[in-house]
């Protein structure tokens, strides 16, 4: 299980090595995602909280790349944060999220991005429910939720 610790870890050195790398130019990502997907995955945009109706969904599923399809996080993990944004403990895999520090408005952050595809996904935090400690606080936009 992974913790604050390890992912602050992962920040400062190297993330995980992905399963498999996806890589495109610009152009090729606009024509593919909708102009919001775009700005949220590929500009490290973020929606606005509460914009999605996926933070009040907890069915069992699993939740994917909204860019390249590679398996993210699983609803077992997913809790409700009150953020406004979709929220779990845990990845899926070790491996499936990569780890940034964000120093970006002035706050010091660790940026979640598809290990795959390098598609921004939201941030991470100490501050989510045990055993983790940990709240990905994820924008809907970057994720597809399959049964």
Do not use: I
């Given at each position: 299980m992974?913790?604050?610790k390890k992912v602050l870890e992962f920040a400062s050195k190297e993330s995980p090595a992905p399963d498999r790398i996806v890589s495109?130019?610009?152009h090729e990502w606009q024509e593919q995602l909708s102009p919001e997907v775009f700005y949220v995955t590929r500009r490290h945009g973020t929606e606005r909280p509460f914009s999605s109706s996926m933070?009040?969904?907890?069915?069992?599923?699993?939740?994917?790349?909204?860019?390249?399809?590679?398996?993210l996080f699983d609803a077992h993990q997913k809790f409700d944060s009150g953020s406004g944004w979709p929220s779990f403990t845990q990845p899926a895999k070790l491996n499936a999220i990569s780890?940034?520090?964000d120093d970006s408005h002035g706050m010091q952050r660790i940026e979640t991005l598809c290990n795959?595809?390098?598609?921004?996904?939201?941030?991470?935090?100490p501050d989510g429910p045990p055993p983790s400690g940990l709240r990905y606080c994820i924008n809907a936009l970057a994720l597809i939720r399959k049964n």
């Open positions: 992974l913790d604050w495109k130019p610009d933070c009040e969904r907890f069915e069992p599923g699993q939740y994917h790349c909204a860019c390249c399809d590679s398996l780890y940034h520090s795959c595809c390098d598609a921004h996904l939201g941030h991470v935090f």
